[in-house]
């Protein structure tokens, strides 16, 4: 059995803990190494301000300055041919360095390659939209600001995308809860019946793992199938493994006439 060590500050470093293991870092090829983004890549320094580049997977990696997101974007869309934005989002290393580091996934389906643009921010400093030169940066955007707080200026609907907009907090940062925080708790409770009713409902129980033997209809069926609503029951009930009426040209499964084979024939 392993030994136990204190968790407490697991989160602020997930890449060397005796709970996660770490995965050999995929090599980093020379960007010299491929003509095509070797000439993306001159293209780029001769107009911005590169930190880095590399290959890795067959992809080109670019760091940026953050404030120069939208002209670089821009740039690779009407100079280099990267038509497309597959995905944009953040990566929460603020338990690291303060700090999250912004990607955004470009392809180019003329030439078949792919880069992927990042750079880092603090954790309250805002980035530019680029919507306008990505439609696909539109959702992502409002999912990234709903996920971790990421403060995006310039977008034309900057609201919360999937959590309700008076949500607290934001569930991807690596330091929010599994189960929720306390306002998740009381979230439902408080906008389906109100305040009022905590203390004759009580908070929610976010636990995925749990069973309640008693919740509403029964759902969890925890001894055995039973009817819609009906109350659960110690006896076993037999069951079949069709429901009434059966499949067409399928011969109806019976529970009673299974047999379990002790050993392979």
Known sequence: MR????????????YYTDRFWVAPQIPKLDVSSDEVFASDVEALKANFEIKEAYI?????VVYINASE??????????KLQYNFLSEHSAIDWLAKSGEFEIFYQMLSTSKRKRMRVKFFIKEKEPIRSVST??????WAER??????????????????????EDWFGH??????????????????????????????I????????????????????????????????????????????????????????????EERP
């Open 3 to 14: 030994k136990y060590t204190d968790k407490k500050n697991v989160q602020k470093k997930p």
């Open 56 to 60: 890795q997977r067959g992809q080109l």
């Open 133 to 138: 030169i990505y439609k696909s940066a539109d």
């Open 171 to 200: 569930p991807l940062r690596k330091t929010y809860p599994l189960q929720g925080d306390e306002e998740a708790s009381w979230y439902e409770i408080d906008k389906i019946f109100g305040k009022e009713y905590r203390d004759i």
């Open 202 to 261: 009580g908070p929610e129980n976010r636990d995925s793992s749990r069973i309640d033997e008693d919740d509403t209809y029964n759902f969890s069926r925890i001894h055995h199938e039973v009817a819609f609503g009906a109350k659960p029951s110690k006896e076993i009930v037999e069951t079949d493994y069709q429901e009434e009426g059966g499949v067409f040209l399928v011969k109806k499964l019976k529970k009673a006439d299974s047999k379990i084979l």
């Open 69 to 78: 997101n939208v002209e670089v974007l821009t740039y690779l869309r009407d």
């Open 143 to 164: 999912e990234m600001y709903d996920m971790f707080g990421v403060i995006v200026t310039g977008h034309h609907y900057m609201k919360r995308i999937l959590m309700p």
